[in-house]
């Protein structure tokens, strides 16, 4: 059983009733739920996820302290730390985890600090543009099981799609470096002889090109351990997953190199494919650097697109 589904079952069995039980009055203005860092938040854990920070637990997510107030904060606390030690033969932690507590008693407003910056999810603009994605990932992904009182349901649904303005503009900057790093850099430095730069090449492009897959999908792109898993499971390019993965495990010499050159351009055809699909472009070639700045030609606030085109990534 998934840790997500471990977590539900133990918030239904034990967390559910102690909270209806013990604080009734307390209940409307609460949430319950499993998001935010670790695998198990995006059904991504197995067995050797269990080596360190996983625990049978869920997350009791408050208002700030004018709806529920410090002395009622420490009893849920109290309470959920009562909670059976033990759950489908999982025991539950007794210290914080790396990174600091993932599960029990939390402000929303500190929850949203960590991830975000902000105490309210409400985003300026610099921030959109600069945030990582694994943040803002880490804020809607998992899930919510009650939330009455609707304050952190109506945060992740205000955040879970960026501006679309702050999409292409990210989307712009990937799309240089793609051109930069695979079009152009990987074989001249292999012609200079530079083994480990050209290597640092295929690893630019296969970073900036599933990012770019990301925002073509409209998704936020987890923590890079998790990268290729998540661009496996996207709507549209999750072959790319196998390519890159390719790129990234193989070697430079020449049969190889020569592969490797035509993998990159059949990428890059792919991802102009889809930037035509969506109407994201009006380039008409194969050249990623032309599609990047018609893409950034088509950011309706000046501001954003009269910034560097790699001012987002």
């Given at each position: 059983?998934?840790?997500?589904?471990?977590?539900?079952?133990?918030?239904?069995?034990?967390?559910?009733?102690?909270?209806?039980?013990?604080?009734?009055?307390l209940v409307p203005y609460l949430a319950a739920g499993l998001i935010g860092s670790g695998s198990e938040c995006y059904g991504y854990d197995d067995e050797v996820s269990r080596d360190h920070d996983f625990e049978p637990g869920f997350c009791i997510f408050l208002p700030g302290e004018e709806v529920v107030d410090r002395k009622a904060a420490f009893a849920l606390e109290r309470?959920?730390?009562?909670?059976?030690?033990?759950?489908?033969?999982?025991?539950?932690?007794?210290?914080?985890?790396?990174?600091?507590?993932?599960?029990?008693?939390?402000?929303?407003?500190?929850?949203?600090?960590?991830?975000?910056?902000?105490?309210?999810?409400?985003?300026?603009?610099?921030e959109w543009l600069t945030l990582p994605d694994y943040s803002l990932s880490e804020v809607v992904n998992g899930e919510i099981f009650e939330d009455r009182y609707g304050g952190i349901t109506a945060v992740r649904d205000r955040l879970r799609h960026r501006p679309q303005d702050v999409r292409l503009k990210k989307l712009a900057g990937h799309l240089l470096l793609m051109a930069q790093a695979g079009q152009y850099n990987y074989l001249r430095c292999?012609?200079?002889?530079?083994?480990?730069?050209?290597?640092?090449?295929?690893?630019?492009?296969?970073?900036?090109?599933?990012?770019?897959?990301?925002?073509?999908?409209?998704?936020?792109?987890?923590?890079?351990?998790?990268?290729?898993r998540a661009l496996r499971e996207l709507d549209k390019l999750p072959f790319m997953a196998e390519l890159l993965e390719y790129l990234l495990t193989t070697d430079n010499e020449k049969d190889t190199r020569d592969e490797k050159i035509d993998v990159m351009e059949g990428i890059a055809a792919d991802v102009i494919g889809e930037l035509q699909a969506q109407g994201l472009t009006q380039a008409v070639c194969g050249d990623l650097e032309k599609h990047a700045y018609s893409v950034n030609d088509r950011i309706a606030d000046a501001q954003i697109r009269n910034m560097h085109i790699l001012a987002a990534v």
């Open positions: 059983m998934k840790g997500l589904e471990i977590s539900k079952a133990f918030y239904d069995e034990y967390g559910k009733p102690m909270l209806e039980e013990r604080f009734p009055e309470a959920y730390a009562g909670l059976p030690r033990e759950f489908m033969g999982l025991r539950r932690a007794l210290v914080s985890p790396v990174g600091g507590a993932r599960h029990g008693v939390i402000r929303t407003a500190d929850f949203l600090m960590d991830k975000t910056g902000t105490n309210d999810g409400v985003l300026s603009l610099y292999l012609r200079h002889g530079e083994t480990g730069a050209a290597q640092l090449a295929v690893t630019e492009f296969v970073k900036n090109a599933m990012a770019a897959a990301f925002l073509l999908n409209d998704a936020y792109q987890p923590y890079y351990k998790w990268s290729f």
